[in-house]
């Protein structure tokens, strides 16, 4: 179930190779398989990489989420979804805004008019590159070192740890 990434040194869980077993795993279950993790000692970082869609998995992730790295793109409806998401959908479980930190992605093609009014607090902002039109996503990946510097940037700041990353899903 665990693989390593050899290159970036990066252990991680594949999704399952039936994906409605993704969709019926419970809020208990995402919680149980997160604290065993943690449980381990063996990662300073726990990454979970989410999909844009709000339901019990991942109400449950962000919920448990000691820090959240919330993707943006440079669009309106980006950032109209994610506004929507915060003041309606999120209350539920009462998430701790505080610990949500914007990240807008494929920055430099410019903002749309009235991105300021939404006041989101964007604290890193990954540039768009114009060569990965042409690359698959793993060539992506293994070609731009900017990406993960930010990254582990952004964790630095926001915690005293510095080591390994354990990333679920993808």
């Keep these: ?88 959908d999120l209350h539920h479980i009462n998430l701790d805004q505080s610990k949500i930190h914007f990240v807008l992605n494929k920055a430099g093609q410019g903002h749309f008019d009235g991105f300021s009014a939404y006041n989101l607090s964007i604290e890193e902002q990954v540039a768009f590159q114009e060569a990965w039109l042409l690359l698959s996503e793993e060539e992506k990946f293994r070609s731009d070192t900017m990406i993960g510097a930010k990254l582990a940037s952004l964790l630095k700041s926001h915690s005293s740890l510095e080591a390994g990353v354990a990333q679920i899903g993808s």
């Design 1 to 88: 179930m665990k693989s390593r990434d050899a290159l970036s040194n990066i252990d991680y869980f594949s999704l399952p190779a039936n994906p409605e077993e993704m969709e019926i795993a419970t809020k208990e279950q995402i919680e149980s398989f997160v604290e065993a993790i943690r449980q381990t000692q063996d990662y300073d970082y726990i990454i979970i990489d989410l999909d844009s869609t709000l339901h019990e998995r991942n109400s449950s992730a962000l919920d448990i989420s000691d820090e959240i790295f919330w993707l943006l793109s440079a669009d309106e409806t980006s950032f109209e979804r994610t506004k929507n998401m915060l003041s309606n």
